[in-house]
């Protein structure tokens, strides 16, 4: 039984002061009915807990660990760069060296602002996207997650293709009504709607590998009908890239598929696991950004010379050694290629579904093409595997809503060691 003795107690003194004990919803465990382990530290691809347990880390902070935690390159960049304070509000040589470097992994952002978080890139994406096209309607994809700004907290009215309503108590009805929910890899569905109200929308924003509902790729020809649809009726078709930048291949998905959006959305890898994301794309658009054009948006602590420390670091090792890229895709497939087989071995059911270097397991007897079949999987088994593979060591994303992450620090013993947990998680499942 895993001793979470001191990290219970930590929990409960923390619903005190913060909102379920956590700073982000998904960290409080409610998704796998436990509590959460509250970390000390993490090197490589080992995560630490204050109960002294050890785990073979898949989550990476979701996302922006592909070197490993606590990087040395990384570690000493910061540290170096503390003694020169930790915050300016004025321009450093920092932002525009470190916006050279997505250009040149992301060609498609032929201009960028740097902002503190993905939530905050995909909403400024939004504001430029409405400010250059003058029109205000959106298009999202059901099951697909871009933060938690108002119009993008929407789910789908009472007929698909009507507009939104609130998902979420305190988003104003008047703004979500302005948010068409269609469902992900339907191209039927998003074809006849935008037939008929293509004109009206500024933006259709995307997440061209979905990870919010779990990794679901794709499907042929989907990315493709949203970029030949966008260009015809001059809508903004926006890459959230947030998660599967860097993840989908070194230039996102955007590479992977050859689609060029108008604008993208990046977060997580390119600021190193601290507070940085970016968002950019054609030059006529993001000019309209203010103080270049009216759009407005700002950030106290946008390009914060710390972040753009760790996002360069980050960004040089990305550069200086594509094979990172490499290795980490050879070790995903490695270990979701003995997921599926030991599953099989045990005659348990699932999926795993990987693109690049960010997986996930279902626990479905079907592939999962859209949120519907997400839905539709085993959460009891999920629950069930997911608490086997904590209380031996393994620690993934705790939702069956969420992708996992792979490190160039995960060890091929590592690696074999997930699996070999993972097959008696399944015979447990199948008992
Ligand atoms: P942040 O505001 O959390 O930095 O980024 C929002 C965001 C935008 N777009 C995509 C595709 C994302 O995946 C995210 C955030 N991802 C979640 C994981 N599902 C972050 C974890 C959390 O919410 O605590």
């Not at 409610?30 to 630490?48: E, K, L, M």
Request: charged share 20%.
């Amino acid at each position: 039984m895993l001793d979470l003795t001191r990290s219970t107690k930590a929990f409960d003194d923390a619903k005190d002061i913060l909102p379920g004990g956590v700073d982000s919803p998904v960290r409080s465990y409610r998704s796998v009915d436990s509590n959460p382990p509250f970390i000390s530290s993490a090197s490589g691809d080992h995560i630490y807990d204050i109960d002294g347990n050890e785990y073979i880390d898949y989550v990476l902070s979701w996302g922006p660990m592909i070197l490993g935690h606590a990087d040395p390159e990384v570690t000493a960049a910061l540290q170096e760069a503390v003694p020169r304070g930790t915050s300016y509000g004025a321009p450093t040589l920092l932002e525009t060296e470190l916006a050279k470097k997505i250009q040149a992994f992301v060609p498609s952002m032929e201009m960028m602002r740097l902002v503190n978080s993905g939530t905050e890139a995909t909403m400024s994406a939004l504001r430029v996207a409405r400010g250059y096209t003058g029109r205000d309607k959106i298009v999202k994809f059901i099951g697909c997650y871009h933060g938690h700004s108002d119009s993008l907290l929407v789910k789908a009215g009472s007929g698909l293709a009507t507009f939104g309503v609130p998902d979420s108590p305190g988003v104003p009805a008047n703004v979500a009504k302005d948010t068409v929910t269609l469902p992900y890899n339907d191209k039927e569905a998003f074809k006849s709607f935008f037939d008929a109200h293509g004109d009206e929308i500024a933006a259709v924003i995307v997440e061209p590998v979905a990870g919010n509902m779990g990794c679901v790729p794709p499907v042929e020809g989907f990315l493709e009908l949203l970029r030949e649809e966008t260009a015809k009726h001059e809508t903004v078709l926006i890459f959230d890239e947030v998660m599967c930048g860097f993840r989908a291949s070194s230039g996102g998905a955007q590479k992977r598929y050859q689609i060029v959006p108008d604008m993208t959305c990046l977060g997580k890898i390119v600021g190193g696991g601290m507070p940085l994301a970016v968002f950019g794309g054609r030059k006529a658009i993001m000019s309209c950004v203010a103080p270049a054009g009216p759009v407005y948006q700002a950030g106290t602590l946008s390009g914060n010379p710390l972040a753009t420390t760790a996002g360069l670091a980050t960004m040089s090792v990305l550069q200086r050694d594509p094979t990172v890229f490499r290795k980490a895709e050879e070790s995903t497939d490695y270990l979701c290629r003995g997921l599926l087989r030991v599953a099989k071995e045990v005659g348990v059911p699932v999926q795993v579904q990987w693109v690049g270097s960010m997986f996930t397991l279902f626990f479905s007897d079907k592939p999962v093409r859209n949120f519907d079949d997400a839905n539709a999987c085993d959460r009891e088994a999920f629950k069930k595997f997911f608490a086997y593979n904590l209380e031996h060591g393994i620690y993934y994303a705790p939702s069956q809503f969420e992708s996992n992450f792979m490190s160039i620090a995960h060890s091929q013993a590592d690696l074999d060691t997930s699996i070999q947990i993972a097959k008696k998680a399944f015979q447990v499942l199948k008992a």
